[in-house]
């Protein structure tokens, strides 16, 4: 019995009434119960008799003793129906909530040689499932994606759409765009995503790629010196080894086959320079192991609390009284149609 009154007290706590000129109707009582007296006076007659014997014996009819039972009921019918027209209501507007967050975009290099097999299954299909990993492990940030080759787009604007984020992840390919490495491009694009959103104040660039700049507009360092001037932070990730690797290509009679890059490496100087001019970090990955390990540490780094204020609907608990206003008035109604309906 404590628990469930404890239970009400919860229920109820913090109450609030929506609408509260609806209790002016609680005055009807009063006057119901005024005119339930004057009408019940006028039904009295008196009967002159010069002895009682004749009807002292006649039985009395206990429901009479509970004919007042149909008018508490609908006493307790209007009070019911005013309060649930007030809307009692519990919550608050507004809550201020902690939690760790920061936007962010992927900039990730899709040209044909990401599809080189040194990293297994290739250097693409690690990169995409490692950051699809990375991405279910901050849940309260908003995140997008750039991609480039020889040339940028960008394949999911920043959201806390993290389901929509990895599916547009599931679908890149390199066959989108004109094949490339327009690095610089890729990571002005990704500054100006972030610098289209004002929400948090720390911002992060994770930038993959695996060879130098041959495409593209903006050269890199002209790149990470835009992300500097907006206080963005940029990671950048090398992957792949330091030789040549068989990457796919397609002949002229539409078959995929193997044939070794020209491009030995990545500019490791630039990377480390963007890096390092943005208050980011460079890492290089050979293994799929060892640049999900990066994404890790990149997670670690990164974290920040922040406050943020949001708005929440008041919860209506009216429901009870509306429930409560029906059962009374079915009960009366079906107590007048039965057990007291020869009652006067």
């Known amino acids: 019995m404590q628990e469930y009154l404890e239970n009400i007290k919860l229920y109820f706590q913090d109450i609030r009434f929506a609408d509260p000129w609806y209790f002016l109707l609680l005055l009807l009582i009063p006057i119901y119960i005024w005119w339930h007296i004057s009408s019940r006076r006028k039904k009295y007659v008196q009967l002159k008799m010069s002895r009682l014997g004749g009807i002292k014996n006649i039985a009395h009819s206990g429901r009479v003793k509970f004919f007042p039972l149909l008018f508490i009921l609908r006493c307790l019918c209007i009070s019911a129906v005013a309060i649930a027209l007030a809307r009692p209501q519990t919550g608050f507007s507004n809550a201020k909530i902690s939690t760790m967050g920061i936007d962010m975009v992927i900039a990730m290099d899709i040209s044909s040689s990401m599809y080189a097999i040194d ?77 289209d959103t004002t929400q948090l104040n720390t911002k992060v660039i994770i930038l993959i790629t695996d060879g130098v700049r041959t495409a593209g507009e903006f050269a890199p360092l002209d790149a990470s010196e835009a992300a500097k001037q907006f206080n963005i932070r940029v990671y950048t990730i090398g992957i792949g080894s330091r030789t040549n690797q068989p990457v796919p290509v397609v002949d002229k009679n539409g078959r995929i086959m193997y044939e070794l890059d020209p491009q030995s490496s990545f500019d490791e100087t630039t990377m480390q320079q963007i890096a390092d001019n943005t208050g980011g970090k460079y890492f290089r990955a050979t293994t799929k192991e060892s640049l999900s390990e990066i994404y890790k540490e990149i997670d670690a780094i990164e974290k920040q609390k922040v406050e943020t204020t949001i708005t929440k609907r008041y919860d209506e608990k009216f429901y009870p009284f509306a429930f409560a206003a029906i059962l009374f008035l079915l009960i009366e109604i079906i107590l007048a149609n039965t057990l007291f309906r020869t009652v006067t």
């Open 119 to 195: 990293i297994k299954p290739n250097r693409m299909k690690a990169a995409k499932e490692t950051a699809i990993e990375f991405i279910d492990a901050r849940k309260n940030d908003r995140i997008g994606m750039v991609v480039f080759a020889g040339e940028t787009f960008t394949q999911c604007p920043i959201t806390l759409d993290h389901e929509l984020l990895k599916t547009q992840i599931e679908n890149v390919d390199h066959w989108l765009l004109e094949d490339g490495t327009a690095l610089g491009d890729g990571l002005f694009m990704a500054v100006t995503r972030l610098t």
